[in-house]
T-cell receptor, first 116, second 112 residues
Framework: GAVVSQHPSRVICKSGTSVKIECRSL??????MFWYRQFPKQSLMLMAT?????????EQGVEKDKFLINHASLTLSTLTVTSAHPEDSSFYIC????????????FGSGTRLTVV | DAKTTQPPSMDCAEGRAANLPCNHS???????VYWYRQIHSQGPQYIIH???NNETNEMASLIITEDRKSSTLILPHATLRDTAVYYC?????????????FGAGTILRVKS
């Protein structure tokens, strides 16, 4: 089946630094990747959608200069949280979709970011 | 812009069927209904999806009403490992492709 690998699973960083999270589709080519954020006891909130080779589309209220998304290849997307602050601490989850594999959206296992 | 409404929580006895309802009264004609579940601190796991017809796979069945305004996910023989948050999602069209917008979900507790 389709597998999406997300790395790192946990990261702690100091306030003001940047953190990069990787999302890889291991056995299929992902034409579209999605990034979600989830706060404790809340649902997943879509942050942005990226198509390979083009700029990401951000949801309303998400700062594109703070959350940099790169989808340089059909198997890799990265999310960089720039100048992180404690309020950015959250669970970040990616999802990948291939139009050629039907209607499935496969999720990564998530990254727990803690900013201290 | 979540388009689904679910009860916040439900309990189910182990071995019995779990029936999870979802309301999506504003769904459009070409929007699919997806179900995912999430076990604590993990990524969501795909369960099933459908458009108009009822669907069944090895995990569950999806019953969609004729007017498509609601659906029910059925786990035929719930086990303790089915305890999770279940999300009913409407796939929303974008300029290029579609996206999944999650609602609040239902916490299903399977009890022995």
């Amino acid at each position: 089946g389709a597998v999406v690998s997300q790395h790192p699973s946990r990261v702690i960083c100091k306030s003001g630094t940047s953190v990069k999270i990787e999302c890889r589709s291991l056995d299929f080519q992902a034409t579209t990747m999605f990034w979600y954020r989830q706060f404790p006891k809340q649902s997943l909130m879509l942050m942005a959608t990226s198509n390979e080779g083009s700029k990401a589309t951000y949801e309303q209220g998400v700062e594109k200069d703070k959350f940099l998304i790169n989808h340089a290849s059909l198997t890799l997307s990265t999310l960089t949280v720039t100048s992180a602050h404690p309020e950015d601490s959250s669970f970040y989850i990616c999802s990948a979709h291939s139009g050629s594999r039907g209607y499935g959206y496969t999720f990564g296992s998530g990254t727990r970011l803690t900013v201290v | 812009d979540a388009k689904t409404t679910q009860p916040p929580s439900m309990d189910c006895a182990e071995g019995r069927a779990a029936n999870l309802p979802c309301n999506h009264s504003t769904i459009s004609g070409n929007e699919y209904v997806y179900w995912y579940r999430q076990i604590h601190s993990q990524g969501p796991q795909y369960i099933i999806h459908g458009l108009k017809n009822n669907e069944t796979n090895e995990m569950a069945s999806l019953i969609i009403t004729e007017d498509r305004k609601s659906s029910t996910l059925i786990l035929p023989h719930a086990t303790l490992r089915d305890t999770a948050v279940y999300y009913c999602i409407v796939r929303v069209p974008m300029e290029y492709g579609n996206k999944l917008v999650f609602g609040a979900g239902t916490i299903l507790r399977v009890k022995s």
